[in-house]
């Protein structure tokens, strides 16, 4: 079945250490991106890509990187200059249309800094 | 910028009865406005959008959402509420200059059985 696989589910995190989430979709979608949920927050948007070799920052970029070589793989790094990144990441995938576009989610992976 | 805005963040309702979740939006130019749906440690799943044509937008597992441009609003109803309705649910809206969607803050429901 086509959908978005992120992984790990959870991971945990001593301080100081840079950490990469993975996201694989087969949707065959240009665009991706990723989201950080805290509670009571909504989801904020990290950073997208809307073609291959291409990604754009979020609102809340500072502390996090991504590569987009391939069309089907956005991972996610969470460095060490990221302040607080305990949290709740998800991934997502859309058709680069400005009239259709809704986002499929992956399942998400949590992050705990310890 | 676009921007939803969810002014509750919980609502209560009896299984049975009616359950809406509200959203107003602030655009320039036409709203592409969306409804999804996140169970607790999952993804979020898509229930509905509005793009263009009825105002009467109808979704997944019986939901439905109504678009009032004079209100600004596009408000998430459901005529008889479930317990597996309880759920966080998220209004966002799509910026057509750079195809980002600015996702509300969420509102959790909570249906009482």
């Known amino acids: 079945d086509g959908g978005i696989t992120q992984s790990p589910k959870y991971l945990f995190r001593k301080e100081g250490q840079n950490v990469t989430l993975s996201c694989e979709q087969n949707?065959?979608?240009?665009?991706m991106y990723w989201y950080r949920q805290d509670p009571g927050q909504g989801l904020r948007l990290i950073y997208y890509s809307q073609i291959v070799n291409d990604f754009q920052k979020g609102d809340i970029a500072e502390g996090y990187s991504v590569s987009r070589e391939k069309k089907e793989s956005f991972p996610l790094t969470v460095t060490s200059a990221q302040k607080n990144p305990t949290a709740f990441y998800l991934c997502a995938s859309s058709i680069d249309r400005p009239d259709t576009g809704e986002l499929f989610f992956g399942e998400g992976s949590r992050l705990t800094v310890l | 910028a676009q921007s939803v805005a969810q002014p509750e963040d919980q609502v209560n309702v009896a299984e049975g009865n009616p359950l809406t979740v509200k959203c107003t939006y602030s655009?320039?130019?036409?709203?592409?406005l969306f409804w999804y749906v996140q169970y607790p440690n999952r993804g979020l799943q898509f229930l509905l959008k509005?793009?263009?044509?009825?105002?009467l937008v109808k979704g997944s597992y019986g939901f439905e959402a109504e678009f009032n441009k004079s209100q600004t609003s596009f408000h998430l109803k459901k005529p008889s509420a479930l317990v597996s309705d309880s759920a966080l649910y998220f209004c966002a809206v799509r910026d057509t200059w750079n195809n980002r969607l600015a996702f509300g803050k969420g509102n959790q429901v909570v249906v009482i059985p």
């Open positions: 655009v320039s130019g036409n709203p592409y």
């Open positions: 509005y793009i263009t044509g009825d105002n």
């Open positions: 949707l065959n979608h240009d665009a």
